[in-house]
């Protein structure tokens, strides 16, 4: 019902900075949870960072004070903006919405889990 579509992803040299963005598309109530996993070729998918509705946030080992996750709760959208990147960094990074509340008809409907498609970052060295 409800889908993400993820913005940002690119070419970019070590050191530099990329901002990625996540629409959620539908006729949204509330989102519990929202964030960004990544995978890089050969490896698991990974947590990048996570946000609450509430503004909690949760960060990746790897990525603590150099990325930064921010969201948009009237909008529906959730931003990373990816600084002091590295060339590990690479990888398709997914956008992810946990606990969407949305309209469907006359109820509401609770999906669990969604996923965006993907966008890919590569960082050079």
């Known amino acids: 019902q409800v889908q993400l579509v993820e913005s940002g992803g690119g070419l970019v040299q070590a050191g530099g900075s990329l901002r990625l963005s996540c629409a959620a598309s539908?006729?949204?109530?509330?989102?519990?949870?929202m964030g960004w996993y990544r995978q890089a070729p050969g490896n698991e998918r990974e947590l990048v960072a996570t946000?609450?509705?509430?503004?909690?946030?949760n960060y990746g080992d790897s990525v603590k004070g150099r990325l930064t996750i921010s969201r948009d709760n009237a909008k529906s959208t959730v931003s990373l903006q990816m600084d002091s990147l590295k060339p590990e960094d690479t990888a398709v990074y997914y956008c992810?919405?946990?606990?969407?509340?949305?309209?469907?008809?006359?109820?509401?409907?609770?999906?669990?889990?969604?996923w965006g498609l993907g966008t890919l970052v590569t960082v050079s060295s």
């Open positions: 946000i609450s509705s509430g503004g909690i946030t």
């Open positions: 992810y919405a946990d606990g969407v509340t949305s309209h469907s008809g006359s109820h509401l409907l609770l999906e669990r889990e969604i």
């Open positions: 539908g006729s949204i109530f509330s989102i519990d949870v």
